[in-house]
Each structure stands twice: as structure tokens, then as C-alpha cells.
Nanobody
Framework: QVQLVESGGGSVQPGGSLRLSCAAP????????IGWFRQTPGKEREGVAC???????YYVQNVMGRFGISRDNAKSTVHLQMSGLKPEDTASYLC?????????????????WGRGTQVTVSS
């Protein structure tokens, strides 16, 4: 069982930045595809960004150029650097771990999920 713990959420003004972290203590994340997803009430879960074991990345169109995903395998941590935040980025952000072939758009195939960290963007 993989435990994933997200951190770094908070409230920022539009245009601000946040850095989310997904940590898996005592677990080798390097073999997994790690995805960041966001969820808001009444909307479907949205895949935001993924990084595969070979460090290839995926970003949903509406965050390209603003968000960056990276991994530190030595620390079993994956980061999501978010800049140029917009009110529509407001959501609970969850990280998930899955093997190769997991669907970064829908989250299908990701076996392990964190509980999420809230990001609120408002003026």
C-alpha cells in the first residue's frame, strides 16, 4: 500500500504561485507514473499533469506554460509548480500513483491516491 501525502495548497490572489508536493515516505516513487488531478464540486475530476518513470510529462491544455511537474526520486516526492494562477484553478488537488499506461486525463488506472490539498485563487 502506497501512502501519498499532498502539501503546499493555500489561498492566493490571481497571478500568484504555489508549489504543491506529493510525498510517499518509505516508498520508491521512481517506478510509477505520478499524476496531479483536481476536483471541484459538481465537476468531473480533471487530470492536470503527469510525470512518468522516464520523466516524460503530460499537461492539460489549460495549464500549459503555467504549471510544471517534476520529481525527486531520492526524496520520493513529486512537485507541481503552479504560477499565473487563475480563479478557475481553484480546486482540491490530489496526487496519484499508477503503473505505466495509467490514464493521465481521467485517472483511470491510478491505484493509489492522496487525500488532496486545497488551492483557492481569488482576489
Amino acid at each position: 500500500q502506497v501512502q501519498l501525502v499532498e502539501s503546499g495548497g493555500g489561498s492566493v490572489q490571481p497571478g500568484g504561485s504555489l508549489r504543491l508536493s506529493c510525498a510517499a515516505p518509505r516508498f520508491e516513487l521512481g517506478y510509477y507514473t505520478i499524476g496531479w488531478f483536481r476536483q471541484t464540486p459538481g465537476k468531473e475530476r480533471e487530470g492536470v499533469a503527469c510525470i512518468a518513470s522516464d520523466n516524460s510529462t503530460y499537461y492539460v491544455q489549460n495549464v500549459m506554460g503555467r504549471f510544471g511537474i517534476s520529481r525527486d526520486n531520492a526524496k520520493s516526492t513529486v512537485h507541481l509548480q503552479m504560477s499565473g494562477l487563475k480563479p478557475e484553478d481553484t480546486a482540491s488537488y490530489l496526487c496519484a500513483a499508477g503503473l505505466a499506461g495509467s490514464n493521465c486525463r481521467t485517472g483511470i488506472g491510478f491505484d493509489f491516491w492522496g487525500r488532496g490539498t486545497q488551492v483557492t485563487v481569488s482576489s
